[in-house]
């Protein structure tokens, strides 16, 4: 017990420092401002600023882009209450009961009530990581190759079966990822794979620019043309306060929340996404009047946001203990990290105390800063939704452009992250889910490896991967995972023959 | 469910999941056609060719299932865009950036801003030939303030002037 208050004023040190404030406070706004912008979102924000942050120090840079990423889950639920437009996927859960209750003039209300349940939820995702944290790293480090490759291969299977509507098209881009990952040198035989002579990518794909042309520029090639009708809808300021019945209901319903937020952030592959609609869901079981929800019910605002900070919290578990990132946000953090000379991992916890304890201490920081963004200085959002995309589309753009060739000074970079941004355009076109991409993507390097020294080290004895437990664990849900996945495809299939059967339409 | 029925093609066929399977198969041949070219290995001493070809056989594999499964389109889903003006989202702005790959170097980031604004533009609905001068003028000078006299990168502003 001792020890965490020791670690915490270490991090309290590292935290409280003029620039790591500056920075908490730069990151938290940053991510506040593209969660609230539609069609920019916290991941294209990231890897936009990742080259950025080569100037300044890894600690810092970390509290920033961290900042991006749980100040984007606040910011999202903003422009989800009063415009209906959710700017990441899991604040689309948000406008369910978000946008409902801004029509009948409570927006001030929801929008309150979201901010204090977002607070909770990150709280209670933050004590576990400073908790848990450092526990799983000592446990994590008896892994060994076997283990690191079941787990990848646990967290890769289950993003893709909670990610789109295809379990096929999700496994594919994992798939598709972890070949893109091959590109580049091989590490044991030095020899080049994939390259086919262009020196741009003989040190592998840039994962910056992999990351902003199939999320960022393939957003921008498919809705610049779109009108978009940017009126919110308004609400006082005086009216903000819930009423007593509005609290009653939302304290346990952000228990329940944040605890399923904090699962789902602390297992790799889960992610916020899954987080949101299983809180929702388990809302509306345990609901004396479920037929409120969708029409503005407070605890369906209430119980998904909680949920998604405690998973933005709870994420940096798995991400910076293990190595191993539960969604394509922390992909790119991993990215981040790695560019700086950090590589996440069991060791990181005891190898970089100032920089794990002052990340610990800059969420406190960032949350409470977030609070008053959101609460006393709400207008200031609301104006901001007011920016026609037309205005933005093109600085999204040159930012993009320019973030891509500030890393190497190579235009090269411009013309893969518009090959990238094509390629990403098409898959919105046949339905493939990018998010897989990128996590199969940063995570082949690391796969292959752990692959081939398991099997080294077995001799080529397959079974290496089932008769050590913590292995046989990871493998046992992955066929779970398949199992659980293949089912859903038969009952898909079966639904589709009765509704022919009876010419009925499907429902 | 009998394997003549998941087989059954007779219903309307969603043209999309040919597409994708059959794109994941054109992947995986080509990985498996790579991987072939490199040494193998044997599974205790993989060579650099063993991952990829196991990649490739997954991607064949995943295409055929989407082209099985998935090619009976009746679920509900929305089309692709089917707006002319989402041409030229398409097209103008691929263009835009390679406008600006293009003048980088060769002109300066000022030109180069100046050019993805002019080109991606008039993608944008309702657009008026003010706000776009507007927009061109304040991009380069935003792009200057930030990245050049805020975080110092080296760039040029104006080919021959900055």
């Known amino acids: 017990m001792t020890d965490l208050f020791a670690n915490l004023a270490l991090g309290a040190d590292v935290a409280l420092s003029w620039s790591a404030l500056l920075y908490c406070l730069l990151g938290v706004t940053l991510g506040m401002i593209v969660g609230v912008l539609p069609g920019v979102g916290p991941l294209p924000a990231i890897a936009m600023l990742l080259p950025i942050t080569f100037y300044i120090d890894p600690t810092e840079a970390i509290i920033m882009l961290a900042g991006i990423y749980y100040g984007g889950q606040y910011g999202a639920s903003t422009a989800s209450i009063l415009l209906n437009l959710p700017g990441t996927p899991p604040a689309a859960v948000t406008c369910l009961d978000g946008y409902p209750m801004a029509k009948q003039g409570r927006?001030?209300?929801?929008?309150?009530?979201?901010?204090?349940?977002?607070l909770i939820g990150s709280l209670f995702g933050i004590v576990l990581v400073a908790a848990f944290a450092p526990v799983l790293?000592?446990?994590?480090?008896?892994?060994?190759?076997?283990?690191?490759?079941?787990?990848?291969l646990f967290a890769l299977l289950g993003s893709a079966a909670i990610g789109g509507d295809s379990f096929f098209r999700s496994i594919s881009m994992v798939i598709v990822g972890l070949i893109l990952g091959i590109v580049g040198q091989d590490v044991t035989s030095g020899q080049f794979r994939f390259v086919f002579g262009i020196p741009g990518i003989a040190d592998g794909l840039s994962i910056v620019a992999v990351a902003m042309g199939i999320f960022g520029v393939a957003e921008v090639m498919a809705t610049a043309h779109q009108k978009r009708d940017m009126k919110p809808e308004s609400f006082r300021f005086r009216k903000m306060l819930p009423s007593r019945d509005e609290l009653r209901r939302s304290w346990p319903a952000i228990g329940r929340g944040s605890g399923v937020g904090a699962i789902c952030g602390t297992l790799p592959g889960a992610g916020a996404s899954m987080a949101v609609f299983i809180a929702y869901a388990l809302e509306k079981r345990v609901s004396r009047r479920p037929e409120a929800f969708g029409q503005g019910a407070i605890e369906g605002v209430t119980a998904p946001e909680s949920a998604n900070n405690a998973t933005a919290q709870t994420a940096f578990i798995p991400t910076l203990t293990l190595g191993v990132p539960g969604d394509a946000v922390m992909a790119v953090m991993i990215g981040a990290l790695m560019i700086h000379g950090?590589?996440?991992?069991?060791?990181?916890?005891?190898?970089?105390?100032?920089?794990?304890?002052?990340?610990?201490?800059?969420?406190?920081?960032?949350?409470?800063?977030?609070?008053?963004l959101n609460i006393p200085l709400v207008g200031i959002w609301t104006r901001l939704l007011q920016i026609p995309y037309s205005t933005l589309y093109p600085i999204i753009l040159v930012l993009v452009c320019i973030g891509v060739y500030s890393i190497n000074s190579s235009v090269f970079d411009i013309f893969l992250v518009i090959l990238f941004g094509i390629v990403g355009y098409g898959m919105k076109?046949?339905?493939?889910?990018?998010?897989?991409?990128?996590?199969?993507?940063?995570?082949?390097?690391?796969?292959?490896?752990?692959?081939?020294?398991?099997?080294?080290?077995s001799r080529g004895d397959w079974s290496t991967f089932v008769t050590r437990p913590i292995s046989a664990t990871f493998v046992g849900l992955s066929v779970a995972v398949l199992l659980f996945s293949a089912g859903q495809v038969l009952l898909k299939l079966r639904r589709r023959d009765w509704a022919r059967h009876r010419g009925a339409p499907e429902g | 469910m009998t394997p003549r029925r998941i087989l059954d093609v007779r219903h309307r066929l969603d043209p999309s999941a040919i597409v994708a399977g059959g794109l994941m198969g054109l992947i995986g041949a080509f990985v498996i056609a790579q991987a072939l070219g490199m040494q193998l290995g044997s599974p205790s001493r993989m060579g650099p060719g063993y991952y990829p070809l196991l990649l490739g056989i997954a991607c064949v594999g995943l295409g055929l299932c989407i082209a099985i499964f998935e090619a009976r389109g009746t679920e509900d889903r929305p089309d692709a865009d089917r707006d002319p003006a989402a041409w030229k989202s398409r097209l103008l702005v691929p263009a835009s950036m390679i406008a600006f790959a293009l003048l980088l170097e060769r002109a300066g980031l000022a030109p180069a801003c100046i050019a993805l604004v002019c080109v991606a533009s008039p993608a944008a609905p309702r657009r008026t030939v003010a706000g776009t001068v507007a927009l061109a003028v304040a991009t380069p000078v935003l792009a200057w303030l930030i990245f050049v006299l805020g975080l110092g990168l080296p760039f040029t502003v104006v080919e021959g002037l900055l």
């Open chain 1, 342 to 372: 950090i590589n996440p991992g069991p060791g990181l916890v005891s190898e970089q105390p100032q920089m794990f304890w002052g990340l610990v201490v800059s969420f406190v920081i960032g949350n409470a800063i977030l609070v008053i």
């Open chain 1, 107 to 118: 927006a001030g209300q929801a929008l309150f009530m979201t901010a204090i349940a977002s």
């Open chain 1, 429 to 457: 076109l046949l339905r493939f889910p990018p998010a897989p991409l990128l996590l199969g993507f940063i995570l082949s390097p690391m796969m292959e490896e752990n692959f081939r020294r398991a099997l080294l080290l």
């Open chain 1, 137 to 152: 790293a000592r446990f994590a480090l008896e892994f060994g190759a076997a283990e690191y490759f079941s787990l990848i």
